[in-house]
């Protein structure tokens, strides 16, 4: 079984930073990529960033977000800069992993942190 847990969500004027931390626990033999993807009210949930060997960012946030990951820790940060108001949604770790004791790769999700960008 694995477990991904984010955290670092929270309330903050736009303009302003947060950074997300995601880890993935249990019986992991390797992960080949892990990424985060966001949902607002009434939209479709969307890549935000994905890290495998390299990185790809959503234009929405390209050159304000960063995407980096911590392999020994298997844990993944987005840093969120000058966040705006449209950057306000539920954030979900992703990862595609390959867990102890099977054959092929799974894609597992977090719970999800709430963002929410307002003065």
Known sequence: QVQLVESGG?????????????????????????????????????LVARITSGTNYADSVKGRFTISRD?????????????????????YCNALVLASGSSRYSDYWGQGTQVTVSS
């Open 71 to 91: 392999n020994a820790k298997n844990t993944v940060y987005l840093q969120m800069n000058r966040l705006k108001p449209e950057d306000t949604a539920l954030y």
């Open 10 to 46: 929270g309330l903050v004027q736009p303009g302003g930073s947060l950074r997300l931390s995601c880890a993935a626990s249990g019986s992991i033999f390797s992960i080949a990529n892990m990424g985060w993807y966001r949902q607002a009210p009434g939209k479709e949930r969307e």
